[in-house]
């Protein structure tokens, strides 16, 4: 099983605040998606990349995966309260939909 | 909208207990997996199905077995539940393929006392 280090595990910051998660593994990967899990649910995909040096923008947050497919990263501008959740970066590896490892999260809580 | 159900958001069960988790998928995918999910360690897989009758090992699979017998249901069965088999229990569904969006249920959290 490939590892994906994720840091920080927890993020706690004010509303309007920029913040950067990130996602790491010496490992390449074929894609890499991210998920949002609130509590009490189950992860939700925010997006997918497939291409090393790709950036997709999804309205506040931008997720940029590595040129060398080996790493990712997740920013969220002027965080609002309603972002607070558990981000989950998931490489899938061997060209199998069946490999996907799961890193272990960032809690980011935004206060008021 | 597609969903992924599962049947209890919260169960107890005894140690040495029989337990049967089930979920259903309306979207008729080929893919079902099951996770289990803990503070520290994330998600962890402990089996997978791609077809009908077919299963595969994930990370975790000792202690647990299950049963596909038809493609919208994916069963997680604890021969013998243990206090180290409480967890958030999570299934999910894909399409087969690279790149493809794995969708969740809202999982069940199983306490074994």
């Known amino acids: 099983t490939q590892l994906l280090e994720q840091s920080p595990q927890f993020l706690s910051i004010q509303e309007g605040e920029n913040l950067t998660v990130y996602c790491n593994s010496s490992?390449?990967?074929?894609?890499l998606q991210w998920y949002r899990q609130e509590p009490g649910e189950g992860p939700v995909l925010l997006v997918t990349?497939?291409?090393?040096?790709e950036v997709k923008k999804l309205k506040r947050l931008t997720f940029q995966f590595g040129d060398a497919r080996k790493d990712s990263s997740l920013h969220i501008t002027a965080a609002q309260p309603g972002d607070t959740g558990l981000y989950l970066c998931?490489?899938?590896?061997?060209?199998?939909?069946?490999?996907?490892?799961f890193g272990k999260g960032t809690l980011l809580t935004v206060n008021p | 909208d597609v969903k992924v159900t599962q049947s209890s958001r919260y169960l107890v069960k005894r140690t040495g207990e029989k337990v049967f988790l089930e979920c259903v998928q309306d979207?008729?995918?080929?893919?079902m997996f099951w996770y289990r999910q803990d503070p520290g360690l994330g998600l962890r897989l402990i089996y997978f199905?791609?077809?009908?009758?077919?299963?595969e090992k994930g990370d975790i699979p000792e202690g647990y077995s299950v049963s596909r017998e038809k493609k919208e249901r994916f069963s997680l069965i604890l021969e013998s539940a243990s206090t180290n088999q409480t967890s958030m229990y999570l299934c999910?569904?894909?399409?087969?393929?690279?790149?493809?969006?794995?969708?969740f249920g809202s999982g069940t959290r199983l306490t074994v006392v």
């Open positions: 999910a569904s894909s399409l087969p393929g690279t790149g493809t969006r794995r969708t």
């Open positions: 490992s390449v990967f074929s894609s």
């Open positions: 990349v497939v291409t090393g040096g």
């Open positions: 998931a490489g899938e590896w061997g060209g199998s939909n069946y490999k996907l490892t």
């Open positions: 979207m008729d995918h080929e893919n």
């Open positions: 199905s791609y077809d009908v009758k077919m299963k």
